[in-house]
């Protein structure tokens, strides 16, 4: 692998467009598909995204604030020595949530590879690496998936051609889109089975499998009529490129499409069993823990799509899991103590993911 060292701006991401979270006007495949590897604040491509990374020190500052101001609250509401406690009972515990993570990230990552062409030419190994380090990035920075994304594809590309690079993310991020409308459809199905929901949760609820669905259908409307969306409206001849590259991919690899759904729905169930394993260790097994814990993952997954531009989504997660780990039932320290844990663990794949963007030489500054 070369040692080159680019100057790169975060840009927003096609995939984030495709998969229905942002519709920004600005992709980074058009970065991709340039000949120079080194790209620099001149380049014209740059103007929004320079803006963008200016704004993002105060966002990520003013994110992280608020978000400790309101983990400290969501603490001192559900009660300190409880937590702790709490946390003190999982102990070693913990090592089987970061394993579980690591697999979740594995599954995901090897979705990815086979979003590619010829997975030789991108193999597990360099998928596993672009994901985590995509991943630490977007959980620390305010952009969120827009700077996740848009790292894997930088880093896929030293392997890739542009478009190949670039189309494999959007792939990838539209079957993981499909995964999780139908998780969140899931789960809101068996907070309503499971439960007696009041008139403003239930509304919620029922917006909530109202949106996966419609992400679902919108999802295999446009794999199946593939209409030219991006082409349309970036003209651009990398956004043309990778928009035939998903349509060809679809096509002629049939084949993949049922082992990366599979994959795609195994990082939810690991999520899952994740949750699980803390509901265990903290109440002990009864006949509902699995509908628990299916529940507050599906609470984790909305927050994570709404909450993403709030650094490691501090505070959010552990005011919304203790929310509704009330309503369950199970209490609200308990589902404040899942959050931090799954937060701390948030925190260890960051230093990984970051400590691998070191060594990648790949350098994330500010345009402009």
Known sequence: MSSFRPRICIVPSPAIAIAGRLGNANFAAMAYGRHSMTLTPRDPIFKTPSLLMQHARPIAIAGALAGGLLFAYTLRAAGPALVVGQIRQIGLGFAAVL????????????????????????????????????????????????????????????????????????????F?????????????????????????????????????????????????????????????????????????????HRDRLGRILVLEFAFHAAAVLEIYILLWMLLGHSGRTLLLAL?????????????????????????????????????????????????ARNLCWAAVGLALLFKSGVSIGKAG
């Open 99 to 174: 394993f579980l993570s690591g697999i979740r990230m594995a599954v995901r990552s090897h979705a990815w590879s086979l979003c590619v062409d010829s997975p030789e030419q991108f193999t597990f190994r360099d998928a596993l690496a672009a994901f985590i380090t995509g991943d630490a990035v977007g959980n620390v920075t305010p952009l969120g998936p827009v700077a996740s994304e848009s790292i894997k594809a930088i880093l896929s590309r030293r392997k890739l051609p542009a478009a190949d690079a670039v189309s494999s993310v959007v792939l990838e991020n539209i």
């Open 176 to 252: 993981y889109s499909i995964s999780v409308a139908v998780m969140v459809g899931v789960g809101t199905l068996a907070f309503l089975l499971g439960f007696r929901p009041t008139e403003g949760p239930l509304f919620v609820t029922i917006g909530v499998s109202l949106v996966a669905l419609i992400a679902i259908v919108t999802v295999w409307w446009l794999l199946r009529s593939q209409p030219k969306v991006l082409s349309r409206f970036l003209q651009h001849d990398v956004v043309r490129n990778a928009e035939k590259t998903i349509f060809r991919f679809a096509s002629a």
């Open 295 to 343: 529940i507050l993952e599906t609470v984790e997954r909305v927050i994570t799509i709404a909450f993403k531009f709030v650094p490691l989504r501090m505070g959010v997660d552990q005011a919304g899991s203790g929310l509704v780990a009330g309503m369950i039932g199970i209490g609200t320290p308990t589902g404040v103590t899942i959050a931090t844990v799954r937060t």
